[in-house]
RNA sequence: GCGGAUGUGGUCCAGUGGUAGGACAGUAGCUUCCCAAGCUACCGGCCCGGGUUCAAUUCCCGGCAUCCGCACCA
């Protein structure tokens, strides 16, 4: 992170991302990525899902990004995606209609209302400008669905929407899910790719987009019995910001609370032991893609922040020099509770239950009856089905009237005597092995891009090398969009350029994303890859091809410091510095360094 | 959505009622044996639409986009 580097700038010039269709004058809020920035994203992907599903032996699916309506009618996005706003006539400020109703009456859900009924309200109450003071009787309240909305199919069709976060692609395959995890709690599944919400107002260029790319893990559990396991990470340190603190009349960093895993949980300032394991996690994963942790932490939502489906949420923050150092919301960590599969269950119908299995099966005594209808039909004629209900509704209700000679009935009021043998009255003793569950979800949510372009505000440098000042960006070699560029000294000797060549095509068949540029003197060349955060350069020489055996020497990013070492280790080196099982120093110590000329 | 500012080569900027220049970057060549060197040449631009005008990149209107503030950010 540099204050006088420009991330945008950058981000533009040397292909990370860009506004999207600029040809035809774009539109807000959307991106794409080039080259270096959809390298970096996918290597961001990778390092999650090796992280959070790979590691975390979780199972990865991939959803549509289009649902039929009621999915969303289930998930409560159509009503809560609905914001309604009203406009002051005389300030010209926005505020949220919804909001200012429940303030003036005892309503809790105006935002369940038309805004017709809502406008009406507005006038009723004399409501109000909060910032001015004037009169909002008569406005119009606008209704704003941040969900994108398309039809399904030709003509009129059916109504469909972009899906506002990829996890209701999760909860709506629940049922499947459950089978495919042979029903057995914990379990969790993961998704990245893209979101969609319609802002009102996107900004700050890749921090608030209307397409978004997720990645998304939801932890279906027992909420009585699972627990994780803590002490994979009980010593990892949080810097947590709870809302309490916040409530407080102080600056942020007085309010922070420097704890370990253990200890917030100890303490009780995170209350769910799920929600302090993925703390632990994501504060691991951040640390290892580069994130820089003291721009990092973790803050509780305050209560009336929390999104419709929240118990309690806690939010990863990055803080960013490039847009103003602001704090942005980089991931959330939900308690979701059973809200959501409990609103798909009752919108579809469908079992979104698991059965738990008793640790020892439960023998209860269950009162039935089985009317012998051969007795009762020509008795009661058409009323003999209603009988059988009513005996078997008694039978539940009261078995001891079952003890004298004759029952009696009451069907739609009138009275209806049965011999007790006809009702074939028994208590049975029943087996129940379990029950039937919903499970709660726990909820880490990563915004890829927010990420991406932290990775990036934190990564970038300036300094001076060689007497001249430098930008580049410290990437984490896992994260970087090239591994290893490759340059021939001089691009005149023939000797030079074959054995550059040479190299690139060995480097690429050990895996690695390798470069190859022989345009420009050497330090320009060193420069750009800089300015795109390759970690090592390796540079062909003269010297080394007359060395037996060849040697090249391999350049270190943030140090600019070489050491010359034998062609044949330079793919094992590589690997140890890309895994992270070496660091340069210590192949500085290996081999024989090379003195950077300045000038 | 409101208010303000802005929109000129790839990037950052200057400038003009008679269609425009710099710096950096890029390409080719020469040079060059380790950190944005030099020389030569080249490539490349007035956000879009309408209006005023003989003539608009310039002035006016509208749109789109970006930045800042307000609101919004489940």
């Not at 950058?10 to 600029?22: D, H, I, S």
């Not at 020099?321 to 119908?349: C, V």
């Not at 591994?483 to 480097?507: G, I, R």
């Not at 034998?566 to 070496?582: I, N, S, Y």
Request: some cysteine; charged content about 30%; proline content about 6%.
């Amino acid at each position: 992170m540099s204050e006088d580097a420009d991330v945008t700038e950058l981000a533009k010039r040397r292909g990370f991302f860009f506004a999207a269709a600029e040809a035809y004058g774009g539109a807000a809020g959307f991106y794409t990525f080039g080259p270096e920035g959809a390298a970096l994203k996918r290597n961001v992907e990778a390092a999650w899902r090796d992280r959070f599903a790979l590691k975390e032996d979780n199972e990865e699916i991939a959803a549509p990004t289009i649902m039929p309506e009621p999915v969303f009618e289930a998930s409560g996005h159509l009503d809560t995606f609905d914001d309604m706003l009203v406009e002051c006539p005389e300030c010209g400020e926005s505020h949220r209609a919804d909001h200012l109703v429940e303030g003036a009456t005892d309503l809790e859900d105006a935002e369940a209302l038309e805004p017709e009924a809502v406008a009406d309200l507005i006038a009723e109450h004399d409501l109000v400008c909060p910032s001015c003071g004037a009169a909002l009787g008569g406005q119009d309240v606008e209704e704003f669905n941040l969900m994108f909305e398309t039809s399904i199919g030709p003509g009129s069709g059916q109504p469909g929407y972009l899906r506002p976060e990829t996890a209701q692609g999760i909860f709506v395959e629940f049922p499947r899910l459950k089978e495919y995890a042979r029903g057995k709690l914990p379990f969790g599944v993961t998704q990245i790719g893209p979101a969609y919400r319609n802002e009102i107002s996107p900004r700050r260029g890749l921090i608030r987009v209307r397409e978004l790319t997720q990645a998304e893990l939801e932890t279906f559990i027992d909420p009585e019995t699972d627990e994780p396991d803590l002490e994979k990470v009980a010593d990892v340190e949080l810097r947590l910001y709870a809302a309490p603190e916040q409530q407080a009349d102080a600056p942020a960093e007085e309010g922070y609370q420097e704890l370990t895993v253990r200890e917030a949980v100890d303490e009780g300032v995170v209350a769910s032991d799920w929600i302090a394991y993925y703390l632990g996690v994501a504060q691991e994963w951040y640390e290892r893609i580069g994130v820089d942790t003291e721009q990092l932490r973790f803050r509780q939502h305050l209560p009336g922040e929390r999104a419709h489906y929240a118990a309690d949420c806690w939010d990863a923050e990055a803080k960013i020099e490039s847009a103003g150092g602001d704090w942005i919301e980089i991931a959330g960590f939900s308690t979701r509770s059973d809200y959501d599969l409990s609103k798909h269950a009752e919108g579809s119908g469908e079992n979104f239950t698991v059965f738990k299995q008793y640790d020892e099966p439960k023998t209860v005594e269950r009162p039935s009856v089985d009317p012998d209808m051969a007795t009762l039909g020509p008795e009661f004629g058409g009323d003999a089905g209603a009988v059988a209900a009513a005996l078997e509704e008694l039978a539940e209700r009261d078995p001891d009237a079952f003890e004298a000679a004759e029952v009696t009935v009451e069907v739609d009021g009138e009275t209806y005597t049965v011999d007790t043998e006809v009702a074939n009255f028994e208590i049975a003793e029943e087996t129940e092995a379990g029950e039937h569950i919903v499970p709660h979800v726990i909820e880490p949510s990563f915004g890829v891009d927010r990420t991406v372009y932290t990775l990036i505000d934190h990564g970038l440098q300036r300094d001076d090398l060689g007497g001249e000042p430098r930008d580049y960006l410290s990437f984490a070699p896992e994260m970087a969009p090239t591994d290893v560029a490759v340059f021939p000294l001089v691009s005149n000797h023939e000797p030079l350029l074959d054995t550059a060549s040479e190299v690139v095509s060995t480097l690429r068949a050990a895996g690695f994303d390798a470069t190859r540029d022989d345009s420009g003197s050497i330090g320009r060349r060193y420069r750009r890859q800089d300015e795109v955060g390759t970690p090592f350069c390796v540079t062909v020489d003269r010297d080394g091809l007359e060395d037996d055996p060849e040697t090249v020497t391999l350049r270190d990013r943030d140090t600019g410091a070489q050491a010359r070492i034998p062609t044949d280790e330079l793919v094992g080196q590589l690997e140890a510095l890309h895994a992270g099982e070496t660091d340069f120093e210590s192949v500085l110590a290996q081999y024989e360094t090379v003195e950077p000329v300045d000038g």
